[in-house]
């Protein structure tokens, strides 16, 4: 019995049918004949048909076998099928398969939604090894009840399944299919014993070395089964005429994915998926063409971290239209460079099942942790890195060997590894091992990472300032990630191509500013001053004559400042806190300091004071010379603190509407996405952000930013993000950077602390009377 509809689609009369088959599977029979199952043979009329039906054969129909090409007339049904029955996603199916997988899931009373997304990623996974290996005879199909068992389809499933984790991801999926059995029989023909131990050992894997994958509620006996499997095969039957590979990129195939991915994966832990308009304006704020016509063969890419794979797909896309504009090569080997590495296994599948869904096969993805070693990434090698890393993942360390966390230089500051969370810091030190000279990167982290007080994240900062060039700043309030609250700051850097890096140089001859030879003559002063301009540029910066400064450096005068320099308000600050500090305070408590002359005690404290003062001065000239050598001014770009404003300069915001959730794009009549971030088909368009950090990644000059985006973007120079003034050098990153204000007055200037005892949250106490 056939019930079919027709109708125009594309100027191509296209066709949707039901075909219910009246003929008994003779097999399927035999399989549940303990239950005495109805047949339509033994049927007697049209109620127990419909019996038979319903209970025997589970409402079953099939999808194809009527109007085909293939199919003879007057004939009816189809046993195989090839690639050329599959049809092409289309606008209006990209949310009505969701719904009918929601109405599939609602049908059985199927629970546990992210369970129900993991097991359609095996079938999709499955789906892409069938269209890639099975082209003239598809296994991802249910035939219908005349040629087809839940039995024979689930192991069709679990084969194209264990070939899909071998072949795209490396992994071994242990699973002993009929074909297993039936050689292990022919094998040992005749030798009971062997035949019989062979079988125990297949029995033994299958008994504790394998798992269910396509099991969408939990099964333990016959019945539940059976349930499962009219689950699966309703799931089956829902996409098996879609065709998921593709020449090219589908977008709506990727829309519906994405869809499904929205849906199905609760983000926690740290990971927290990027939403797919802050992906393109990244991309597109990378110097892509440069990187493409810069290397003489497709550039090696990477995101380290890729979760469910935006970035790479994004990457892809986005490289695209350069390639074939520069007729660079065949598109698909520049997308074999191209490398996503996840932690989390279901995600490792996600990623590899997304790059099929935009038609971008040939994109690597890793299962691997991507700061051990069985990441295999080669250091110094790749051109382009994008990444949303995890952050705040305690204990992170300990799954790391000790071999692999002595790799890092961050693991120095760390004194308990079990408890250390800064995962993000470790990213970070990672980039700078795996990016080439001049490779380029967008990283999102954090925004404490430019400001917390720990160790770890100051030494982080010091990675930053050694070995990349600063190009942009990029600050996204709360309302980014819809859901988590933290604020974040994409980085976008240039890894330093110099050997020996300039950080090495520059450190080599700050030291020897601040070292006195035993014996100099002019000419040997005069060498050791080579590069003086940085001292004047710091002399300037922080308000200092440089003869007075010169006065700290080289140990001369015998270890002490001059008069005017001390009185420099830095300086003064330099006693006061030297004067506090612990080791100073217990000094003057011992009695070998009390048993000296005053003399002699002033002479220790002004050597102490000095070697204070030159330690953090030697520390603050350092990192203003690398600060002073990035080539341009760094792209502050900061996000509106008012809701609504933020939401226009993301052009999106976020639905906790039943039934729709999720994203959602603010468009224009035509449907294009409206924010300043980016031009979705113009990328170079001067009117929107991306253009800006693109021309800073060129060296290209910052003027002339349209008045619109000013309110956004604030060029700065990185000097001028560091505070030199504290005693306590921490190199915080201000996205704020500070201006010199002159106060003119004829009263005295007088810091708050000096005169008050200042409380976090309390009114300010006053502690001594002063006249103001």
Same mark, same amino acid.
């Given at each position: 019995m056939c019930l079919y509809a027709a109708d125009w689609l594309d100027d191509e009369v296209v066709y949707d049918s039901h075909i219910i088959t009246l003929r008994d599977n003779e097999k399927l029979l035999e399989e549940r004949k303990h239950q005495k199952p109805l047949s339509y043979q033994a049927a007697q009329d049209r109620t127990e048909r419909f019996k038979a039906w319903k209970e025997t054969y589970l409402l079953d129909y099939a999808t194809q076998g009527l109007f085909e090409a293939d199919i003879p007339a007057y004939e009816i049904g189809k046993k195989n099928f090839n690639i050329n029955d599959l049809k092409h996603i289309s606008s209006k199916d990209t949310q009505g398969k969701h719904h009918a997988f929601a109405t599939i899931l609602r049908k059985y009373n199927v629970s546990g939604r992210e369970n129900a997304f993991d097991k359609l990623i095996n079938l999709f996974l499955c789906k892409v090894v069938d269209e890639t290996n099975n082209a003239e005879d598809l296994k991802f199909y249910w035939k219908g009840v005349a040629y087809d068992s839940p039995f024979d389809l689930q192991d069709r499933l679990q084969v194209l399944y264990k070939e899909g984790m071998k072949q795209f991801l490396g992994e071994k999926i242990t699973y002993i299919g009929n074909k297993e059995i039936d050689e292990a029989f022919w094998a040992y023909l005749g030798d009971e014993d062997a035949t019989k131990n062979k079988i125990k050992e297949y029995f033994k894997e299958l008994k504790f070395f394998t798992n269910n994958d396509f099991a969408f509620i939990e099964v333990h006996n016959e019945a539940l089964f059976y349930q499962n499997a009219a689950v699966l095969r309703d799931i089956v039957r829902l996409f098996q005429d879609t065709r998921i590979k593709g020449e090219t990129r589908n977008q709506f195939l990727g829309d519906m994915f994405e869809i499904f991915l929205d849906q199905g994966i609760k983000q926690s832990e740290g990971q927290f998926f990027t939403p797919m308009p802050i992906t393109r304006f990244i991309i597109a704020c990378l110097p892509l063409e440069k990187v493409i016509l810069d290397n003489q063969h497709p550039p090696k890419c990477l995101d380290y971290a890729c979760g469910a794979g935006h970035f790479l797909n994004e990457l892809a896309t986005q490289m695209q239209p350069y390639v074939d504009q520069h007729q660079k090569g065949d598109i698909g080997d520049f997308y074999r460079e191209i490398e996503g590495i996840e932690k989390e296994y279901r995600l490792s599948k996600v990623a590899k099942v997304s790059a099929f869904m935009y038609g971008q096969d040939n994109i690597k993805i890793t299962y691997a942790d991507a700061l051990s070693k069985a990441a295999n990434t080669p250091k110094s090698s790749y051109s382009v890195l994008v990444a949303n890393p995890p952050y705040s993942?305690? /204990?992170? *360390?300990? +799954? *790391? =060997?000790?071999?692999?966390r002595e790799g890092y230089l961050l693991t120095n500051t760390v004194q308990n590894t079990a408890n250390n969370n800064s995962i993000e810091t470790f990213f970070i030190e990672r980039a700078k091992q795996l990016l080439a000279g001049d490779g380029v990167a967008g990283i999102i982290v954090p925004s404490s990472i430019l400001s917390n007080a720990d160790s770890t994240y100051i030494a982080t900062r010091e990675i930053l300032l050694k070995y990349f060039d600063i190009i942009s700043m990029c600050e996204f309030g709360s309302g980014t990630f819809g !859901?988590?609250? +933290?604020?974040?700051?994409?980085?976008?850097? #240039? #890894? !330093?191509a110099a050997q020996p890096q300039p950080a090495d140089h520059y450190r080599n001859r700050v030291n020897q500013w601040f070292t006195k030879p035993a014996d100099t003559n002019e000419q040997q002063r005069q060498g050791i001053f080579q590069d003086e301009h940085f001292i004047q540029k710091y002399c300037r910066h922080i308000g200092v004559e440089l003869n007075d400064y010169k006065t700290i450096l080289m140990g001369e005068t015998e270890g002490e400042a001059n008069k005017e320099l001390m009185q420099v308000e830095m300086f003064t600050e330099y006693r006061k806190a030297f004067d506090n500090l612990t080791s100073t305070v217990q000094r003057k408590k011992q009695k070998s300091y009390k048993d000296m002359g005053e003399h002699d005690q002033a002479i220790e404290m002004r050597k102490k004071l000095m070697a204070y003062i030159q330690g953090i001065e030697k520390e603050k000239l350092y990192y203003f010379v690398l600060a002073t050598i990035n080539p341009n001014k760094v792209v502050i770009v900061k996000s509106p603190s008012d809701t609504k404003e933020a939401k226009n300069f993301l052009g999106y915001e976020w639905s906790n509407a039943k039934g729709?959730? /999720?994203?959602?794009?603010? +468009?224009?009549?035509? /449907? @294009?996405?409206?924010?300043? *971030?980016y031009d979705e088909d113009n990328p170079r368009n001067s009117d929107k952000i991306n253009h800006y950090i693109e021309r800073a990644f060129l060296g290209e000059s910052l003027d002339n930013i349209p008045d619109h985006l000013q309110v956004f973007i604030t060029p700065?120079? *990185?000097?001028?993000? %560091?505070?030199? +003034?504290?005693?306590?050098?921490?190199?915080? %990153? =201000?996205? =704020?950077?500070? @201006?010199?204000?002159e106060v003119d007055t004829k009263w005295e200037l007088i810091k708050l602390d000096d005169i008050c005892e200042i409380k976090k949250g309390s009114s300010v106490i006053p502690v001594v009377s002063h006249n103001i």
């Open positions: 993942v305690k /204990g992170f *360390l300990e +799954t *790391l =060997s000790e071999e692999e !859901k988590t609250g +933290t604020n974040t700051v994409t980085l976008f850097l #240039r #890894r !330093k729709n959730e /999720g994203i959602k794009l603010m +468009t224009d009549a035509a /449907g @294009k996405h409206l924010t300043p *971030l700065a120079r *990185l000097v001028d993000m %560091l505070d030199f +003034t504290r005693t306590d050098f921490n190199k915080q %990153l =201000s996205l =704020s950077p500070k @201006k010199a204000v």
